[in-house]
Every structure is written in C-alpha cells, then in structure tokens.
C-alpha cells in the first residue's frame, strides 16, 4: 500500500487566490458571461459538464476575407443541436450572430475561424441533476486554420483508413456536432505510426466514415459519392453536393467500402477548416495518378469563389 | 440571408481583460500549474483538447473518514490510461500521490471526491497535431457526493433501461477512463421521461452495459454477476469482487440480458461517488420483493467496514 503523505505541518503548501498562466493562447476574442475578452481568458471550470462529461455542442463557422461563409447553415445547426441536447441560452438567434460579428470585428481577423458554443454547465446546487444546470455560452473569433498545410493542399494530403470504428449513432448522434473525438484522434495517431498525415476511421459495418474534423468524398467515372450515416452533416460537404448541382456534376450519399475509396479516379476531404482538401494517397496506394485531380481543382476554385458571392457570404462590420 | 451586423461604429463593445466569473463553486481545493488554487480558478481553456476534443483521461478516488480508498487501484488505472492515450506528466506518481494529499488536507475535507485529470492540453504553435501538444494536469479535493441520495440508498433506486448503446469498445478504449458521456446523459434523460432516477444503457448486442459513473450487478439465487466488456472497469466493482472472494460468494462477469436483470432477486449499482447502491425499480418492475436485499445490505456494511482498514485505505494528514 503506498502512503499518501501530506509531508510534515510545515510543508503544507498555500493555496493562492489566482491562478497564473504561462501558456500561450491565439491572438483572438472571446464572449462569455456577457463579456468581450482576450482568448487567453476563455476558460471554463473543470466542474463543467461541458467538460467534465463532453456534455455540449458546438458549431464553427469561417471568415474569409472579411465575410462569414454560409452563417446561416452554421446557426441552423447549432440551434438544432441545442434542442436535441435539451440546452437552452439566455440569447437570441439574431443576439448570436451580433456575438458573433463582434468577436471577429474585436480580433480584426479578415481570416478568421469562429467557433460558437453551449456546454450543459453546472447546477448552482452542484446537483448530478442536468436538467437543473445552467447552460453556457462561449463564442470566439481565431485566426483561420487549415487541416491541410499549403504543401498538402498542392500536392494532396496522405491519409490512413484506420480500423478504429467511428462512435455509431445509436449512441451519439453524430448530426448534434459534439467533441467525443478520442476515436478521431486514435485515427490520428494509427495515421502517424503509418507516416501518413491524417486518418479515416470506418462505421460499425466497416464501411468509411469520416476523418478527424472533416468528410470525405470519392469520384469515379465523374461520379461524386460522399457517405450518407454516421457521419457529421458537414456544411462544407453540403456545399460540395450545392456546387454540384450548380455544376450538374453527378453527387450521391451511400457508403464507401475501403476498396472503392482506394480505387476512386479522386479523393477529396471537406470541412470549414480548410474547405475542399485533395487527397492523393491513401495507406500505401495513390489515388488515380497519385496528383490533385481536375474536378477537385475544379470544385476547390469554385468553393473560394463563392466567398465573394453576396448569396453564400456575409460582411463583417470592422471598427 | 441573415445579416450579421456588428452594429454601427460607437456600438462595438470593448475587449475587457479578466472574466468576471458570478457562478458558484463547491469548496475544495484544486492544483494547476504548480499552485493550489480555489475551485472557482480550476478552470482549462476551451483551446484545450481536453475540451475541445475530450481528448483526456481521469480518475476519482474518494476520502472517507480522513482516509483515502484503495488509492494505490485508481493511480494505477490513471497511468495505464494515460500510457494508452499516448499522454506524459511532468510528475511522478509519488508526487502526484503527495498532491492529491495535499488538496484534501488544504480542503479540510475529511469525506471528499478527489479527482485527478490529464489532459492532452494545447501546442504551443496552435498545431494541430496532437504529439505536439503540452500535456496538462489538474486535480481537485471536492465534498464527497453520491449517485443516491440518503432516501435512495433506504429505499432503492428506481432505473430504466435505455435503449442508448454505450458507445463501443471498437470506437473508445473503456478501460482509459474517459469523459465520453452522451450517452450516458441521453440515458438519463430517458430516465427521467419514465419518472425514474437514473438509466443502465445498453451494449452494442443489447446486453446490459452500465448507467452514468457506475457498474451494475445481479444477485440471482446467491450468484452475482456483472457485465465483462464494453463497461468501465470500475475500482467499487473491483472492490464487490474482492469483498465476494472474502465472503465466499460466488460472482462471475458476463453478459446480463434486460430480461435476467429485471428477474433477479436483487439489483445494485456501484460507484466511487456512493460505493454499493441498491437498485428496487427496472422500468416498471419490481426488484425481488421490491425491497433492499440481504446480500445487497450485507456486502453495503462490509464496503463500508473496510474504509477503516489500514490495507485497504491510506490516512490523509490534516493540517
């Protein structure tokens, strides 16, 4: 038995009021509590169910050159995860996106990564009960980020597809966009051991899922075919199927068995962080002729267009 | 197209530089960073991964009478997890030993939750590569708190079964303990829609798994039996079996279906937070005779009993 020593009387150590943080934190802001603050100030208690039971959801949306990108879609889906968790927060929708454009006005980030939260937070009592906690909000602008440097979106990314099995639905639904991602990230590390750069995981019945914070779509014979369960209903992938319709391009949502992944003319992954990313080998395989291929060159400039587009993007008032 | 306005130029908010925090905290004691902090200043980033990704792991050891319970299984259990999540601190077991000590006896809990947690933390550079990452450790000595309440442990808990699936040992390890709980929270609120207390979800087979913070057993005809996988090795299930070999009781692990769960003579759930706590409702049914069983009650006393046992508990040295 080991002995827990508190050391002699005189060893005990003083309990300061204030913690000091010697990390370093993006150059950004943040809103909590009613307040506009630096984002080395965005912290929430280790007693937050949030935390400390992943109980939250969350939604990013981008800022490019000045403009949200499809804000809409991003509010749409938060709210509706909200409602599915049972969360509810003292602002309105119109009050969010006023949240929102503030943060990133503050940051005077033209390229920005925003990131909306709700997290179950605690109950005043300390209550187990979640229904008597008080549901938290946090929102903040950071400068935009990308899953794929600029080398990997020139050259495609080199991905795994890992046998880890993505979390099914019947125990999260993966349409409330939510952090349980220690599956994606052991997808990462299977992705390093390999000497790849990152990693799909695979659904229950081994068919694809997605990838750590992104989907992923296959073209064969011009036909674009992303997976339709268990996946996150990414707004970029869903921007891929609305580009396709524009582009009469062919698109369907069924599963990707491994071997079909690995014998596509072109892959690709999707997600706000980065938008369209070429994938050009996968395990020990190239994809088509190992190079970035014409209808994701094709998709990606359209993708960048449409950020100017009045219909699709928003101005950001800056000071 | 919604509009996100920043409001006109005099409307913009100003960056504020501290948060102003109106939330209560539970008294106790915290240690980051080197400090002994309040509850009120346990905070992490939402940058952290730890948040943003539940990329962590923890454990809870409980203080009863002055006295830590079986210290030595719950450090082993978080350092296997933190070996598996390919995770490193900066302190040795003994010092951690000596910390966690030391937040109790600045709490002056004599009965407290102490809980130790490890973090993938943020990377210096804000890369997205979790290797790269400053691994973080938090710990904190709260009161002691239970799954049941005084009248609960009396009269028994009333339970449901979900049909949530717990998510599956093929997505998150459940040996690492984990933050991974929306299922489980989807589980309680199921509960809480029939009118009972707490839910046991269900393996991917449909096997009885394990409900929110504990393990279940059955006694049927004097044999016990607790679920084998997919469930949290929990140190309290540990100990029932211990205490069984002790007894000459006989307990095996295996499935449990949610028709030999609700035909059992007795049901009890186990947990750190409440150690042995009797179940007398599944969905509409009746536990046996619907009261607190004898083996249940007996073995409720000798885990009690045991908390004075020097082999089995460590004093904590108050100042």
Known sequence: MTLAVAGPLS?????????????????????????????????????????????????????????????DLHLNRFFRGMERLRMTLPYSRAEIEIILANCVSLSRHKSAYVEMICTR????TFSRDPREAENRFVAFAV???????????????????????????????????????????????????????????????????????????????????????????????????DLCDELFLSAAVGDIAPNE?????????????????PVTRIDDVEVGDGKVGALTRRLMELYWKKHADPTWSTPVTYA
Chains 1, 2 share one sequence.
């Open 143 to 241: 400068p935009f980020g990308s899953v794929a440097s600029k080398e990997q979106l020139e050259r495609g990314l080199h991905i795994v597809v890992s046998d880890t099995v993505r979390i099914p639905p019947q125990s999260v639904d993966p349409s409330v966009k939510n952090y349980h991602w220690l599956d994606l990230v052991k997808g990462l590390f299977d992705a390093y051991d390999n000497g790849a750069e990152t990693a799909l995981v695979v659904d229950i019945s081994g068919n694809i899922a997605e990838g750590p914070g992104f989907n992923v779509f296959t073209v064969k014979e011009g036909q674009l075919r992303t997976p339709a369960q268990g996946v996150l209903l990414g707004i970029t992938r869903q921007t891929v199927l």
């Open 11 to 71: 060893a005990l150590p003083t309990v300061e009021q204030r913690h000091r943080d010697h990390r370093c934190y993006p150059d950004g802001v943040a809103f909590m509590d009613g307040q506009y603050l630096p984002m080395s100030e965005a912290k929430i208690s280790v007693l937050d169910w949030g935390f400390l039971h992943s109980d939250a959801t969350y939604d990013t949306v981008h800022v490019w050159d000045g403009r949200f990108f499809r804000l």
């Open 121 to 124: 937070g605690v109950s005043p």
């Open 261 to 277: 992944l690995k014998a596509a003319d072109e892959v690709f992954i999707t997600s706000t962080a980065g938008g369209i990313m």
